[in-house]
């Protein structure tokens, strides 16, 4: 997902992170309902076989821990938001290594 677009072609090792709006990571967490903004590109996704990383669920569970993951001023991640994001990749990535990768193990 590339600029609100879903990216057309897929080769294997590819796949797309969803990167969670401000407002998506917070609003539950103050007692408000998040905006589906995911729910069409993991549709489409899913209907192309491109396999995703979705980290809401993470980057959600370390703003409740007190993280500010965002700037206070605009909707970007801040260095805290990226570091988070990357533990999500990292993690994905190790789970994942075969199909993303191609390799087998031997």
Known sequence: V???RVVVGH???ETALLVPTKEHIYLPLLGEPAPELFRPFQAELGRR???YIDP???MRAEAAAGRKLY???DG???AAGHAALARVVTGYLRTHAA???GA???
């Open 71 to 73: 700037f206070t001023i």
């Open 11 to 13: 080769r294997r090792g």
């Open 76 to 78: 970007h991640p801040n």
């Open 49 to 51: 076989g491109i396999p």
């Open 104 to 106: 087998t193990k031997s």
């Open 99 to 101: 199909a993303v990768t």
């Open 56 to 58: 809401t669920e993470a």
């Open 2 to 4: 590339a600029g609100g």
